[in-house]
């Protein structure tokens, strides 16, 4: 029974790393055309010289580049990690020591000495962020530049890495595409994969100006494809050409007027007063106002039936 459970366990760990980083679309460097592999290999020239000028964030643009081409490098893959541990990012630094530990195997006949190290590395950098979560951001977008806040991923989409648990800034760009900002939250209870909305170039967009009511404070804006972004009134900005659905905060949705905007345009849209708000009074308000005017009524009559009567008896 224990034999039993002791196998499991095993298969269990086995298991783990795998499904961790799987998702990593891997190339083996032997597969690269001739000229291909030729630019590898100055690239991990290069890399090797940066390493020993001691110039590790021009050594970690460098092997970044290198790893773009081929993944199957067991020197370029330890190098890459071994540079993230030295610039401090420990989740990228551990998510590459994963990978190659991961094929213990092919590590220790490619390269013996760094067989040897690996397991020490990934132990000691288990100890500072082992919290770390595997993560996958892609981009529909092709070539676009993402960054991450707070972080040292500056790269081209997709990013495949660890990160620890928390809410990250994404920054997205490419020439001559509007900029988007997006937020990611990473936690350890669900999963990694994050795919990032689609740029539109700059000259696709239009300008747009709402105004709203008096006393009114904010409008909701919803775009073709159901995202919802919320401003303060009046706004005015580029947006996306599309077609747009506009009311005010706090109001019914399916009063939402329909604004399209198209590419070069400048729009004015007056968001109108809401009839339920105009100067409707409460209804124990108005019962009181109903009831007073009642009052007086009553009041005018009797004093006019009196004055009539009097008149009579002094005629």
């Known amino acids: 029974m224990n034999k039993r459970v002791w196998i499991i366990s095993a298969l269990t760990l086995l298991l783990l790393p ?19 592999m030729q630019r590898f ?17 021009e050594a970690l643009s460098v092997a970044k580049q290198a790893m773009a081409m081929c993944t199957s490098d067991t020197y370029t893959e330890y ?8 610039t401090n990012d420990c989740p990228d630094a551990f998510y590459h020591y994963e990978v190659l530990a991961n094929r ?3 590590v220790k006949k490619e390269n013996a000495d760094i067989y040897k190290e690996l397991n ?13 979560v595997t993560v996958e951001v892609t981009c529909p977008t092709p070539e676009t530049r993402l960054q991450i806040a707070s972080n040292n991923v500056d790269t081209v ?28 939250n990473v936690d350890p209870n ?37 995202n919802v972004e919320e401003y303060v009134c009046p706004w005015e900005g580029k947006v996306k050409a599309d077609t747009y659905r506009i009311y005010l905060g706090g109001t019914d949705p399916k009063a939402a007027a329909v604004v399209t905007v198209s590419a070069n345009e400048n729009i004015e849209h007056i968001i109108p007063a809401q009839s339920s708000s105009c100067s ?25 039936y009196r004055r009539k009567t009097a008149h009579s008896t002094n005629s």
């Open 190 to 226: 669900s999963s990694g994969n994050f795919t990032m909305p689609e740029l539109y170039e700059v000259s696709k967009q239009g300008t747009i100006r709402v105004r709203c009511p008096r006393g009114a404070s904010k409008f909701v804006l919803t775009d073709s494809k159901g």
């Open 104 to 106: 213990p195997d092919s």
């Open 157 to 184: 989409c997709p990013y495949y890495g660890k990160l620890m648990p928390g809410s990250y800034t994404v920054m997205l760009s490419k020439p001559d595409y509007v900029t988007v900002k997006e937020t990611i």
């Open 18 to 36: 795998a499904t961790a980083w799987a998702q990593r679309p891997e190339v083996d460097c032997n597969t690269l055309p001739e000229a291909d």
């Open 280 to 304: 409707a009074m409460p209804q124990s308000q108005s019962s009181s106002f109903a009831a007073l005017f009642a009052f007086f009524g009553i009041a005018g009559l009797a004093w006019a």
């Open 120 to 132: 020490k590395h990934l132990k000691n950098i288990r100890k500072k962020c082992g919290d770390a």
């Open 41 to 57: 290999y100055e690239l991990s020239g290069e890399m090797s010289q940066a390493v020993d000028d001691q110039n590790f964030e």
């Open 79 to 86: 190098t890459l990690a071994r540079l993230y541990d030295l």
